[in-house]
């Protein structure tokens, strides 16, 4: 089987013969396009037959300078609107480009203001000029500059002052009895002042057949005038204008959250010359291969390899590890983490917008516009309920007065404070909002969730599917104990034990050599290394065997009573290595891949959550047994191939939600096959991100229980924003037909929920 490492980055090419990274990702994320079965199903089949198989089927997607790129016969493009901010904008440009016949996809990113259209080539300029109509600007921009903080023209305030002041004049003159002539003339320089911006959006929404906030305020406002409520329609304008203010500096808030990632990296970095010389650079000129110093205190700018000196890294903005990390020679750095204690110079391995810090960001970016089950519903909700309570309204100005209850003016007035009740902003903001804040939250404690529909999902996970070999366990054999006999001393059996297995590549050997490193080397002849068995030599005269039972039986014989030491040991899970002088048996080595004791605990908190372990390992039995009862895990399954896996999983998921651990490569069938997949230390693959649901940036298992509570926390808080937003309608409505509710009040119902939704939702930002 190919391994996913060769696949890098390296091979990729701007042409249709795009290979393996790409494939890989062409194969994940079209997991929600198909049913979990068939994906798995493909991914197997990658799996047995590598990449080669695959690679020439993968779609074409080109890159251009504009931002566009090129997705079969069609074109994606990521357009910026910096005017579509809210729910309202999004159903205006849905409503335009939803019925060009050049349009094929819209995904709308409100928190960052990005509206990726799918279309045919050459209708992006048309695209473009209806979002123009719409009194919107456009900004197409290449991919490494639509991602950028947005930074949008403070607008001046000497407008909204004047308004407030006249507001209050037109106020304070109705109530001391000043003519009405005077009272209008404030009202309209206070609602021409602040409002025009209003009017001006309210009639493109009208004319476009979309009644927004905009057009129902307009209509409110205007109503108002013309039954001649001139204070209130004044004070109702500079109340919205107010709060659309106050409301867009807390989305701002939630927008800048994953934005602020960014500013983790430094915009400039010292790069070492052709000449040797040092010199400071722009992080986004510097190329690949080139070697970059960093000095004790300052943040790395981008991704690499250590080629000089060692260190501690502080990690947690990238891994969410709360200890710093030793870093020697050949170590991996990652941009936007801090150089702590010594000078190192490394080797660059990913351009500035392609550092694992920048992937993380386009990563959450993307999950941003994914809609979550719940933001489905309310958006579904909101199309039904905004024309019903406009009909509602407008049945409240005509009926009661035509059958003959009560005034005219009074019933229009109660049905332009239900206009602008009906707008359901609070209501739709308060689910991408939320979301946002728990990926954000997620991204900071190391955990990359591709989507909101997997942040939802997290809250019923029932049972979770652990890979052993590097998921529980380090992923790399130790020595753990060894036994001497026939009066042998632990430092001779050391001594001819490292020297044997020094030689040898083997990773039980390299395990032995490593554990027992500070012996003194010796001169070993005739070394032979026996494929499948050990290693054999002759140290000072004498010819030594190290190996398992195959090797040592076929030669001498093994007694009964170190036979049950070995039998015990390997029940234990551990690989037992026999070192025999020809005479008779020096001494037991036994070598085990070690648990983690992140693992114990992460299993422990999984439980106390309610959710069932399994361990799948390609292992025996007897270690996949040991291994799970040192961990406490439920259940294990020993000798799974990624096929096995794959059924064992896909049985699980007919019972109930199930989650999949691995490395994102060899278990990529399993992955696919659970209702959520979770790949381990997604900084080591370059594919890992694209293979999984859900990305833990280091190898702690203790991420999963953190994922599962924020789940749990994130639902929480939409049920109570859209519980929240509906009871506040609810309660003005009820209001306004017993005659209590004023326009005013109304802004503060709608404007206000938004505000309280919006800061119930940043909650999850907290740690």
Known sequence: MMKMSDCTDKHLSEDANTCCSSTHKHSHITKDNMGAHQHAETVLQHDKNGCDSCCTSAPSKLKSLSGSEKIGNDVRTEVRIMQMDCPVEEQLIQKKLGGMNQVKKLEF???QR??????????LDMILVAIRSLGFEPDVSDDSQIHKVPHEKEKPLWPLVLAGISAIGSEVAHWTGIPEWVQATLALIAVLSCGLTTYKKGWISIRNANLNMNALMSIAVTGAFIIGQW???????????????????????????????MSLTPDTVIVQQSDN????????????????????????????????????????PITGESMPVDKIEGDSVFAGTINQAGAIEYRVTAAANNTTLARIIHAVEEAQGAQAPTQRFVDRFSQIYTPAVIAIAFAVAVLPPVLGYGEWLDWIYKALVMLVIACPCALVISTPVTIVSGLTAAARKGILIKGGVYLELGRKLEALALDKTGTITHGKPMLIDVMTFNEWTEDSVYSIGFNLTNLSDHPVST????????QKRLDVDDFKAIAGEGVSGTIAKHKYYLGNQNLVERHFTIPTDI???????????????????????????????????????????????????IMLSGDNSHTASAVASQVGIDEAHGNQLPEDKYRTVEAYSSNGVIGMVGDGINDAPALAAANIGFSMGAMGTDTAIETSDVALMDDDLRKIPTFVSLSKRTYQ????????????????????FVGVGTMWMAVFADVGASLLVVANGLRLLKK
């Open 109 to 111: 990113n409100l928190m």
């Open 114 to 123: 990005v509206l990726t259209i799918t279309h045919t080539p050459d209708s």
């Open 717 to 736: 808080i939409l049920i109570q924003n859209i519980s929240f937003a509906l009871a506040i309608k609810a309660l003005f409505l009820a209001l306004t």
């Open 277 to 316: 010389s040092w010199k400071e650079a722009d992080a986004q000129t510097v190329q690949l291969g080139d070697i970059v110093r960093v000095k004790p205190g300052e943040r790395i700018g981008l991704d690499g390899n250590i080629i000089k000196g060692q260190t501690t890294i502080n990690q947690a």
């Open 231 to 261: 204070p209130e329609a004044a004070m109702v304008m500079v109340l919205f204008t107010i709060a659309e203010l106050v409301e867009a500096k807390s989305l701002d808030r939630a927008r800048n959250a994953i934005s602020s990632l």
């Open 563 to 613: 036979r049950s030491h070995i039998h015990k040991l390997e029940k234990q899970g551990k690989t037992v290595s026999l070192l025999h002088n020809g005479i008779q048996v020096l001494g037991l080595f036994s070598v085990a891949d070690t648990v983690k004791e992140s693992s114990r605990a992460a299993v422990q908190q999984l439980h106390e959550l309610g959710i069932k372990t």
């Open 511 to 518: 395990a032995i050599a490593t554990a027992l490193s500070t």
